[in-house]
Every structure is written in structure tokens, then in C-alpha cells.
């Protein structure tokens, strides 16, 4: 089995400006190891993240060209396993970062939430910062993407390719599937969460460097919009956006496109979304937010 | 038991205004019977709702004068359980109405959807209108709330005394919490779902009359700011506002209060939330947008 | 002239809930007097709002029958005069309240800004604080509505009945149009700013108290959706919503409509619009926000 | 004085990935020839713009590298000039693109707004496409951006170093302060109006080609997080974002960073633009939207 290490530098963007780290075939299993968001230089609850941490986070390990792969496309990432590489994971609160706090963007005069590193250890399953904070572990990869054809996106941000998505679906069982825009897709993962509640609310999850073991296939000639996830027993689709009803419409929008795909009338999809759909919030604390829809497969 | 019916005409907002149509004491069980959100007036798949409804929907059966109850109190209300008192139920696509289309307030130029009745009958624990939207019976109370001190609030609009949420958490077996503003708290409820999808997609869930069997208390002195609920195993809190991201952050801020209630430190609780929160999306078509934040007991 | 006084308490909702102070004929000049947004309990630069203020603000002069107003009628409300009837404003930072602050519905866990109190005096056509601090007399009233059918709105709130717009437009020399909902129309005013920036950024203006001077007409059976405004060299439409898109949507699709009343091609009008529209913000504190769209009357 | 024109190809993107096409000296006066938005494939009322465009949008002329530039810089552009290089104008409706219309990210399930190419002649100082639609010459540069350190931005977007900002104020005799990101700042400019409204409301100004006059300057070692626009009589600045409250909490707050700059307390400054500041929408039909806070020079 193919392993795929970031030689040297990671990258922090999803860009086909940067040369591909390796190259995977349709229907090869590979084994990739991914940084934490921080590229772990928080190490300890005394560090002061502020002090820290450099202009460029959550490093990707990328990108993979998928041979074959052709605009018009779709990525298929099969999660097959996800092994963390350390035994420790670290959540921080930084400043004008997260969803209970003013922001860059959501600009106040207000001063910032006080800096904050845990560290939690990983034992028997469990990710344990003290007696009250003590969470199973629920690893998924929070950034999967593909490169647009024209931008280079910054690592933080999700998008219509995937990107910073964070929402626990892209969890070992599901698959993955994404739009290829260029040659080669260029496909960019990190952020492996060793767990996380929906929204992400301080905006760091249980960050952890892992080993993911994937597995590429192609879908030839099928153009994509947005993420869909499949779990054994859903389907989903992720929209990410501002504000966060537009990252709902799209995430709905998009299932009811897949529906249709699957011989449903459109207005039948859309009575059937709202009897018996599900929709809720991975991250509320990037650049965008993103939705998950989903309708459980025993209804479609 | 005290058997609760609306005499006469039906109320379509929370209103101090109005004159008690019952009165409950704490500890008191009661069986309160609810029209649908159209008044029974939709009917049949022929029916235009354009050309049918009024300018007031969402009849609610209220109010009721909790004795006791004064502003400052928390109303506690225990949904023991729902039973339909029909055999069918009525979704309906109104014209700039619903999640997926413009709407009076995000305005556009286009053209409405098209208008469309759909009826449901109820047997056997499903809600079926045709082989492939069918599905099952998990009722929940749409609407209830307590009369704000000054304003009178249309019964479509969603709230911090609770209103037209349509979360699906306001179910038998759960709790829900009220702050009381005026003397007697002046209950409302109505609305019932025979079921719904996160979101409430089109607008309208699986609208039925019913009879719900509730149980009232009062925690005395505790002021709320927002409803809140508890089921088995989870406390929540809701949040009601546009855009979406502000009544998610209402629902998680609430829900940290909560716990802070619960001899939780604050850093504490945003830290737990981020890493094993859950956040759904009651409703995104109505006049505010509604989001449940909650946490598994198991972690309190 | 008829002079319209507040006989004892004010209002704080709009609302046919209340008994009319007073009642005015078309074609009628009348005098109001409104008090400050903070019923003048704010008088020195020592104050601490949070220490004085009440759960109620915004007090309204006001409900005033208009005879023969119907629902479905246009009131026409011009605007003559504003003279101010003391010598002094007031401005104030609140706690979370404020277009720079995390707020209760864009709720963090930041602390607040400081609470500060701004006294100006006026003299000269200039209000005066300090040498930074001054600014000419530019008069409008914050707050004119008429009541709704069915609900009471705190006076707080802007919506489609007008209310608390706080648009600079609503000015001597300007005619504003409101939808009569129900008989006698019951309209209130009140929150005279003495000036105000776009936007209202801290929240509060230059509150003063007041006498306006007003004439009402009708106009019969033409139904209107929001209000509209009308300079000697512009047509206006003030749209109030949340997110501020919706607020602008709403606004240039009212216009949009005024323009079809007066003979336009909807699409022309959406392309003349484009290439010569003006739309700014009026307030970005209130429950929600309000932002006015105009164009100049030599283009229509 | 040094002609910039497009070698070839234009760009579609913020980049430092490309290579400059031409450099300049701070206080060289420069004249750059810009493209339309539709690189002038739009050329008759006949035309269908979804059967014409490609996927790529607003070409722009650059990347200019301006000498002695580093990041941390602050770059001074001197618009000096428009004039126009041919004699019409364009405007359209293209679908699911504008601002009365569902998008591609406010999604919705209805049918796009008809498809429109309005010409419009330029002569006598008047852009004229009938009686009705015919407004007088007012040209600005849409398009003015720095290139990102890590990323390649669609030129679409407006964003924290300009880009397509669509503000009318960036016009001849106004100055645009940008940061510098990269060595050489990578200036790209394009998408010349020769009018447009507040907002843009379709989507599509009077769009044209145009020779612009600039002159760059430097000024070294002064950070900027957004735009800033100098007119002779007043201080601007630039907020880009959604929800469009975000991009007004970003231009006013930028603002007050400028007023606290320039010696003011930043409470001060905050009570000034409450009293005098103005607000203004720029776009609301981009990817984000811009808005302009400013305040006149007289009262700084």
C-alpha cells in the first residue's frame, strides 16, 4: 500500500499551482498521514497560541493526482480507516476565532475571549482533559478538497469542492464524492478530528495527526455542484456558505438534485425532504458554514 | 382530567390581550385539543391554498392562566403525550412560502413555485400519501408559548417565550421550559406535526389536530431567557432569530448558561460543546429561523 | 392647530390595543410632542444606563384615529416641522446594544463595551459636545407607524407598518406613505433625532424631544406593502429585515413595484435601478435592519 | 507615460501565480486600457449571455508590479483618469446572477428571471438606451485589487484587498489605499463602469472598456487589513463580506481604525460616525457584498 507523506512543506491552500506529492491510481488503497491544524506546535495548556501560531493553519497533505481523473468528473474518497499517529489531541481558544466570540469578519470593538490551549490524552478510546472533559473518540478528516481550476483557496475555507468542511460525516465507512475541476483532481486532505460536536463552537475540535487509509475511484463524466457524503444508510449533501440559511438551501438543493438523479420528481423530493429529512451544522466558526442534509436510504 | 377546547373562534397570536380560556393548576394534567395550522380549511389535493386561506394562519388554543404563574417564574410543561383526532394529514407548497423559494421578506423577482395540496392518511403508524411518502407517526407540538408582557406576536412567529418553532424535541416524553412574563403565564399551543424533517423544508410538516395531554409546573423565581428542553437523556436550548448563524448562536449561548446553571465553569462548557454538542435546524422557512442546541446528559 | 400630547403614560408597542389619545381629520396639520427614546431619564454624562433605564424604551406619542382610514387604505403623513423643545441630546453607549457590539440576538461571551452617556447641547443650528463632537441640526423622527391588524410590536422595531426605521429620510419637507391595517389607521411617532449617521451605528442618536408638526391625507384603496417615502427630487422605499440583504431586497423590490404603479416595465425598471439607484443604511441596531432605496424623480 | 495593456490573455483571478505584465515606479503616472466584464462578447440586444459567456468572468489587466512594494506596505493608487475606448455601454440580466433573483448560493427551486442584453450609446456625456433609460456618464474602475500572499482569488470577488468591489467611489480624483501582500504587490485592475447605482441591482453595470490614468505611491511600512478610499472631502472605507451586516460592521469598524490613526479615541470616533458617518451599499450581488462607511473630512 501506497504511503503518502508531505515531503518537506505542507500546503496550505487547495491550488493546482503547486506540484502533485503523489499519484494514485482509481481503485487503489492508499495510506495518508496528516498534520494537525496547528502543525502541532501547540503542544502544552501553557503555550499562548497568539504567540504561536504563524499567518498560515491547517496545513494539507497534498496534492494527490488521481490518474485519470478529468474535468467533468467525480472524486470518489472512499474513508476505509482512520488511526491517530500520536496519543494526545489539542482543542485552543484563539482570539476573534470561534462561534461564541466577534470575529474578523463579524467585526466588533469588543475585546477578545481569554487564549486557551487542552490538551487531551488519548486512552482506551477516550480523549480525557480532565473528569468533566472526556470524550470517545469519532475521528473523521475535517478538510477533503480538490483544486478549482482558477483559484488557490486557502485551507481554511470550505467550498463547492470540499475544503474546511469539518462535519463529522467524512468518517471512516462513508465516502466521499467531489467534483474534479482540473486534470488530475489534485486532491488535498488534513485536519483529522479525533472527535468534534456539531457547529465546532470554539472553532477547534480535537485536533489530531493521523494515518487515513483511502481509496480513490472515478465516476467519468459526471459533473457535481457540491460534496455529497453516502453512509450505509443515507445520503447527504453539504453546502457551505454565508449566511447560514444560504449553506441550508444549497445543502437541501443539492439532495434534492441527487434524488432526481435517482428518478424522483422534483417536487416529490421536496415533500419528501421536509416530512423526513435531516439537517444539521458541522462548522459555524469558518469562513463559510457548512450544512448536512441527509434523507435516510430506506426513503429514497 | 381538565379537557381544554378553544370556544369559538380560534387565536392566531400570543397575546396578553385576549382572555383566558382556561385555567390549570400546577400539577394539573390536562388533554388540550389543537386545530391544524390551516384551520382544517385545506382538505383535498385539489384545493388551492392561494385561493382558500386567509391572511391568519397557525390557530392556537390559548390562553391558558397558569395559576400562580408570575413574571419571573419558569413555566414547565410536560408533554405526556399526543394522539391525533383525525385520520389524515395536509402538507401544502404556498406561494412564496417554504425554504427553497423567495419570500416576502427575501424578496426577489421571480416567479412562485407551484401551489400543491398533499393529504396523508394515518394508519398503522404511518402517514402515507403514496408508496413513496410514507412515513411515520412522531407527533410533536409545533407551536406553544407564553404571552410577552407588552407585544402580541403573529402564532407563525418563532420567539423567545417559544412560538412557532416546529422543532421536533417538543415531543411526548420531553420537557420544555417557558420564562412567564405576565401573571398567569398565558399558555398557547397548537400546530401539531404528525411528523417533520429538520428545517420544516417546504413550510408545511404533516399538519393534524390532535389532542395533547399536558402537565404544567412552575419553578418559581427562575428567570429564563430563552425556551429550553430536556428529554431522557439530553438537555437543550432553543434559539430563534435571522440569519440562522444568530439563533445558533442564541441556542448554544443559552445552552452554556444552562450548564452554568448546573455548576459548570464557562470556559468548561464552550469547550464541551465544541466537542460533543449537537445542532439542528427546527425550522429555516419561518418569520425567524430556529435552532435546537443540546448535549447528552452522560456528559453533565 | 391641534396640539397632541401623551395624556400620562406612553406607549411602547404599536398597537390598536389601546385607546386613541387623540383624532385627526385628512387634510388636518396637527402638532405632536414626542418625548426621547429614553423617556428623558438619561440627562447627565454620569449616568449609567444599565442603572436607570427599564425594560421598556422607545416611548410613542400616540395611538392618533385618523378618520376614514380603512385596511387597505395608504396613509399620507407629511412632514412639516420638527423644532426641538428642549436644548439639549442625548447619545449613549448601552450594553449590547449597538451596531460594534455582540448583541442578545448576535449573542458571544465577550463582555460588553463601556457604558457611557453623550449630553449635547444645541445652539446655534449645531449640537455640541465637545470641539470634535459637533454636529449640525439635521431633525427627523426615528419612529412613525401605523398599528397592525392582528399584532403589538415594540416600538423598538421597524417592520412593514414602519416603526422604528430610523432612516434620515423621514425628514421636514418629506412625505412618508404607511398602510392602514386597521380603522382609523392608529398612528404613532416619537424618537426624534435631533441627527443621525447612516446606519445609527452605537445604536443611539441625537434623541431630543419635540414638536412635530404634521398633515395627514388618505389615500382610498390602494394597499401597500412597506413604506415608502417621498422627497421634492426623490421616490424612496424603506425595506426592514434581517439579514441587511433581505432589508435591501425588500427595499428595491418595493420600489420596483412603485415604479410599475407609475407605469414602468418591471424590467426596465430593475435596469434603471441598477445604473442609477441609491440604497443606504438606515439603521443597523434595531431588531432588525432598515435601509432605504431610492431614485431621483428626473429618471422616472 | 508606460501603456498597460493585456499581453494575450487576460486573468481571471488575484494572483501571484502569474507573471507581471508590466512594472511601474511609485509616482510614475501610468495609463492601463481594461476589458469589459464579458471581455466585450456581449456586443448586441440580440445576444444570449448563458449561450455566449464561459465560465470565466471580469478579466482583469495585470498583475502590475509596482517596485519597492513589500508586504506590510501599504499601496496608493491615484485614480486620475477614465476615459472611455469605445462608444457603448453594457448591461444584462444573466440567470441566477444579480440582486431580486435566487443564485446559485441562495438557492432556490424556481425558474430563473428572463435573460436580457441592454446596449446603451455613449455620447454628449450620456449613456443612453431610450428615452427613459439614459444616465449621465460617471465612470469608476469596479475592479482594484492587490494580489493575496497565498491564495488566487476569482475576480468576482471582492474581498480584504479590494478586488471586485463594485463601489462608485473608486472614480477619478479619489485614492484607493491597498495592503500589499506580496513583493511587488501585484496590482490588478478592470471592470471599468460608466455608471452604476448603489448596489448593482442587477448584477451588471454599464459595463465598457476604458483607459484609466493612475499614479501609484507607496507607503512603506503601514499595515492595512481593508481598502480605504480618499476623496477631496472625505475618508471611506471598504467592508466585503455576507451576511451584508458583516461587511457594514467591517467598513465602520476599519473606519474607526483609520479616525484612531489619524488621533482620535476610539470611543469618540464611535460616537462620531453614530452622529455623521455615512453607509452606503456598493454591491449586493457579488460573492460578497461591499459596503462604504464614511465620514467628511471637515469633521475629523
Known amino acids: 500500500m501506497q504511503e503518502i ?24 488503497v492508499v495510506a495518508i498521514y496528516t498534520q ?10 501553557s503555550d499562548r497560541p497568539s504567540a504561536i501560531l504563524g499567518p ?12 485519470g481523473a478529468e474535468p467533468g468528473d467525480t472524486l470518489v474518497v472512499h474513508i476505509l480507516d482512520i488511526e491517530p499517529t500520536r496519543d494526545w489531541a489539542v482543542s485552543a481558544f484563539i482570539p476573534f476565532f470561534g462561534g461564541l466570540t466577534s470575529t474578523r469578519f463579524t467585526r466588533t470593538l ?22 468533566r472533559l472526556s470524550f470517545p473518540w469519532r475521528p473523521f478528516l475535517g478538510t477533503m478538497a480538490t483544486a478549482p481550476d482558477l483559484e488557490a483557496i486557502s485551507a481554511l475555507t470550505p467550498y463547492d469542492q470540499g475544503g474546511n468542511m469539518d462535519v463529522p460525516d467524512t468518517k471512516p ?11 488530475g483532481a489534485y486532491f488535498f486532505t488534513g485536519d483529522c478530528h479525533a472527535g468534534q460536536g456539531d457547529g465546532e463552537l470554539c472553532g477547534v475540535a480535537l485536533e489530531i495527526t493521523a494515518k487515513a487509509t483511502l481509496k480513490f475511484d472515478l465516476i467519468k463524466h459526471q459533473r457535481l455542484d457540491w460534496p455529497r457524503i453516502e453512509s450505509q444508510d443515507a445520503y447527504m449533501a453539504v453546502g457551505s456558505a454565508r449566511p ?21 420528481d422534483r417536487w416529490e423530493a421536496y415533500q419528501a425532504l421536509t416530512q423526513i429529512g435531516g439537517l444539521y451544522v458541522g462548522n459555524m466558526v469558518d469562513t463559510t458554514y457548512s450544512l448536512v442534509a441527509r434523507i435516510a436510504k430506506q426513503y429514497v
Not at 36 to 45: G, K, N, Y
Not at 173 to 183: C, D, K, S
Not at 256 to 262: A, H, Q
Request: overall charge negative; charged content about 25%; glycine content about 8%.
Open 56 to 67: 498560515y493553519l491547517n496545513p494539507q497533505t497534498g496534492p494527490i493526482y488521481v490518474e
Open 110 to 131: 469588543q475585546d477578545s475571549l481569554p487564549e486557551r490551549v487542552w490538551i487531551y490524552k488519548l486512552k482506551d478510546g477516550m480523549l480525557t482533559h480532565s473528569d
Open 244 to 264: 447560514m440559511e444560504d449553506a441550508a438551501r444549497i445543502a437541501y438543493g443539492e439532495l434534492i438534485t441527487w434524488m432526481m438523479e435517482m428518478g424522483w
Open 5 to 28: 507523506h508531505q515531503p518537506g512543506s505542507y500546503h496550505y491552500a487547495f491550488s493546482r499551482y503547486v506540484e502533485p506529492i503523489a499519484r494514485v491510481k482509481p481503485g487503489e
Open 36 to 45: 494537525d491544524a496547528f502543525e502541532s506546535q501547540l503542544t502544552r495548556e
Open 173 to 183: 465507512g462513508n465516502i466521499l464524492y467531489l467534483p474534479v475541476r482540473v486534470p
